[in-house]
T-cell receptor, first 113, second 118 residues
């Protein structure tokens, strides 16, 4: 069973607009969440993270929101830039799990000029 | 500073052969992870090292897979009697571990080794 789900395989937005990427999880033991960005033929690059004791974390153009009751998190990118075009992975870690990450399948974001 | 490096970047082998994949973590990182990413999927955990010891190998699919980290730095993932289903991108990641300046969950990934078993 998939514990981290990214239900949108792809998303297309215009440059300058907001990109919203969504992620749902089922494991209530998850207590830390991360977003990674991946370009073709490269490894995932860490973007931003959030602990379960918070509901929002912001870093420049990137903001992650966590809704624990809904087991849902989202990544907002404002404003979107063509260089943001990549696959975005949501990942989660459970307490007591040796910090290993469980990933979703990813969402391909395309930002059109 | 230098990031996580992995060699080779690509490996083509025949079914039944033995392969070794190498990972060189970020200097000072005590924790090292191996993940496997199949087409259309996210990375899946294989094994975790804290220092020299494998603290968690629960993700290894079977006993054909083995990994070592003898000096607590470089790690080698070894696959015996390769099968076509082993074809994937093998990713290595490192982190500070529980005593570092950042959360131990924040892992930094290498570019991966693309393994193709014919």
């Amino acid at each position: 069973d998939q514990q981290v789900k990214q239900n949108s395989p792809s998303l297309s937005v215009q440059e300058g607009r907001i990109s919203i990427l969504n992620c749902d999880y089922t494991n209530s033991m998850f207590d830390y969440f991360l977003w990674y960005k991946k370009y073709p033929a490269e490894g995932p690059t860490f973007l931003i993270s959030i602990s379960s004791i918070k509901d929002k974390n912001e870093d420049g153009r990137f903001t992650v929101f966590l809704n624990k009751s809904a087991k849902h998190l989202s990544l907002h990118i404002v404003p979107s830039q063509p260089g943001d075009s990549a696959v975005y992975f949501c990942a989660a870690s459970a307490r007591g799990s040796n910090y290993k990450l469980t990933f979703g399948k990813g969402t391909l974001l395309t930002v059109n000029p | 500073g230098a990031g996580v490096s992995q060699t080779p970047s690509n490996k083509v082998t025949e079914k039944g052969k033995y392969v070794e994949l190498r990972c060189d973590p970020i200097s000072g990182h005590t924790a090292l992870y191996w993940y496997r990413q199949s087409l259309g999927q996210g990375p899946e955990f294989l094994i975790y090292f804290q220092g020299t010891g494998a603290a968690d190998d629960s993700g290894l699919p079977n006993d054909r897979f083995f990994a070592v980290r003898p000096e607590g730095s470089v790690s080698t993932l070894k696959i015996q009697r390769t099968e076509r289903g082993d074809s994937a991108v093998y990713l290595c990641a490192s982190s500070w571990g529980s005593k570092g300046p950042r959360r131990p969950e924040t892992q930094y990934f290498g570019p991966g080794t693309r393994l193709l078993v014919l």
